[in-house]
């Protein structure tokens, strides 16, 4: 099918309204997604066919294939073998795949193809597979003096706390300095931003030079921030240095701070985190070398700051709190990452100093050293670690195991196993008990995108004193909530859509399911306005204070984002009110 575009109002190529209707999207010409598509191409459900058939003959761009689980990195082998047997081409983009992922992608390729191939035993960071399956590389080495290298200081250091951090860091940037403080979780950048606003007049700072930036702010409000954190630590014009770069700026992050954005910090604080993901946050610290002869003195190095928190042994803090383990204390952002791989970063760098106590990580050079040391074989002979790292990769094998056997379930592939013949129609047989991909279906059968947390989408609109929904709390964007169809104003139509995306906001289920948790989505009110049907609305009042959908339970602010309001537990509380 030949693909159709138009012209909008400012003269730019758009997609033709035809492709907008449901399931028809893959079939364009061109297109951009997530890695949920590629994911769901090799798993029964409905549709799936037009799915996997739309991604055969096209040019594949798979980036950042690193940050995948091991559930979606075994469908995306699957669906590297369907697309190589379809006669598509594939790029894998990615500056922190370890070996192991790498040679199983190659491996599905070859699948696919029906080849083996040969390799050609030549070095580079550029892997090439042709259509008989030969593998060659090519690209710049890391001793080659052309190569450009990048050379950052990590300095693994004992969380202070969060007044004393951030005390410190005001003082520190005082004279000047752009730094980012990186969090693995939400609640810990909001609280850390809180404090650094309360002491800020008092350290001789404005609190507009302190930012926060994280995955509970509206997308409306983030993309906001984004643009001004673009215009401000962006590059400048024509390579130039960017004329509004401030003096200092200090911004509290999460992960989110990594993803497609170009900008520069002078220095970099972060939690205790897969070594994996500090090389890929380190491309944030020193990224415009234009910028470099301007950096204040303090900061004039690249330099990452690696908080990690100690135990009563003197070894990292890396799994949650576990009662019936005998572990009450802990951290959560052991639920973030795999404690044995936050264990063997530590140990990695902690092994990796020297005499100053500085790790001196130098990228191309050391990226392969820095992901084969966690993700390659298990540690030995750690000493007083060998114990924690012994324990937790236990617990790691086992939920990678689950992983792939909850992939193995779901996936098939183009040829069976034993023998290369295609695999049977019965064999992709598809109904109700699989959904539709990602909604709908039998739990554990399901076709599924990801294993992770499970999330209801909910919408958040304000409600002004006089009853005018609006987008924002300024009441300056009134909603439309009217009926609206790609089929009579495509125009009108993309706006709504865009809009309500907009104001859209994933809120994982686990704010449910505790005793203090959310009032269930059907117990949330319905309300009349076409565009609000079937949806879970959440309307705020411009202060944030929430007025409909589980009130008093959730309070929004378009600065610090979405967060739980947790009522108290009375447990004396008399059986009838008096």
Known sequence: METSTCTDASGLAVLDPWYLRRCLALVAGF???????????PQGSRHWALRLGALMCKVVIIDEAHAYELFQQNLLGAAVEWLAEGGASLVVLSATLPRSIRNELTAAWRRGLGKTGDDDATQGP?????????????????????????????????????RDLVAGLLDQARNGGCVVVRSTRVDPCRSRYREAVRLARSSGWRPDEILILHGMLLPRHRLLL?????????????????????????????????????????????????????????????????????RIAWCRKP???????????????????????????????????????????????????????????????????????????PIQ??????????????????????????????????????????????DLASGHHQGDGDSGGVPGIAAVSRLGEESVDCLILYKQPDGTITYD??????????QRSPGRNVTVYRRQQKDLLANTLAIPTRWWNSQRGLQPVTDWPTHPQPALRNKPVILIAPDGTCLSGPTGRLRYDHTTGLERIRPPLFRNTPKYPR
């Open 31 to 41: 297109g951009v997604g997530t890695i949920d598509q590629i994911a769901l191409a």
């Open 126 to 162: 550029i892997m090439v597979v042709d259509r008989n399956g030969r593998l060659h590389r090519g690209g710049p080495l890391p001793e080659d003096p052309e190569t450009p290298k990048l050379l950052t200081n990590i300095e693994l250091t004992q969380d202070p706390g969060e």
């Open 226 to 294: 984004e643009t001004r954190l673009a215009d401000l630590l962006g590059p400048g014009p024509e390579g130039r240095r960017n004329p509004d770069r401030p003096h200092r700026l200090l911004v509290f992050a999460t992960g989110v701070i990594e993803q497609s954005l170009d900008l520069d910090f002078d220095h970099g604080v972060t939690d205790l985190c897969p070594i994996d993901v500090a090389v890929q946050y380190r491309g944030r610290i020193h990224r415009h070398a234009v910028n470099n002869p301007h």
């Open 303 to 377: 330099r990452l700051t690696m908080l990690w928190q100690q135990d009563s042994d003197g070894l990292p803090v890396v799994e949650p709190p576990d009662p019936a383990a005998g572990r009450p204390t802990g951290t959560y952002d052991g639920l973030m990452y795999a404690p044995y791989v936050l264990a063997a970063s530590w140990h990695a760098l902690m092994q990796r100093r020297d005499k100053d106590g500085v790790v001196r990580l130098q990228t191309p050079r050391d990226s392969a050293w820095a992901l084969e040391s966690v993700y390659g074989d």
């Open 381 to 426: 002979d750690a000493g007083a670690v060998q114990k924690l790292l012994d324990r937790t990769h236990t617990a790691y094998q086992d939920a990678l195991a689950d992983e792939a056997l909850q992939a193995e379930a779901r996936m098939f592939r183009p040829y069976t196993r034993r023998r290369r013949t295609p695999v049977a129609t019965y």
């Open 473 to 482: 709390h300024q009441g300056l964007l009134k909603a439309d909530l009217g």
